[in-house]
């Protein structure tokens, strides 16, 4: 399920970032924006971030996922 990839993928963005490889992109294909939070329901990701996700550097990417992590931790939208 779409969890478990999210879950998967964030497993993949903090090994590829320790390696210094590409991050991942969070998209779970279930793009569906939360009214209550702003929030993405499948990656977790505001429209600003999904919309700028390609030009992006490593950087801005990787505090992208820490985005995530952090909204999934504290007040997940509601799922699909």
Do not use: H, K, N
Not at 15 to 25: T, V
Not at 40 to 46: S, V
């Amino acid at each position: 399920d779409f969890v478990s990839r999210l879950d998967t993928l964030v497993a993949d963005a903090a090994q590829a970032r320790a390696a210094g490889e590409p991050l991942p992109s969070p998209c779970v294909q279930i793009c569906r924006i939360d009214a209550r939070t702003g929030w993405c329901e499948g990656c977790w990701r505001r429209l600003e971030e999904i919309g700028g996700w390609m030009t992006m550097d490593e950087d801005a990417r990787w505090a992208v996922w820490q985005r995530i992590a952090q909204r999934r931790a504290t007040a997940p939208p509601t799922r699909p």
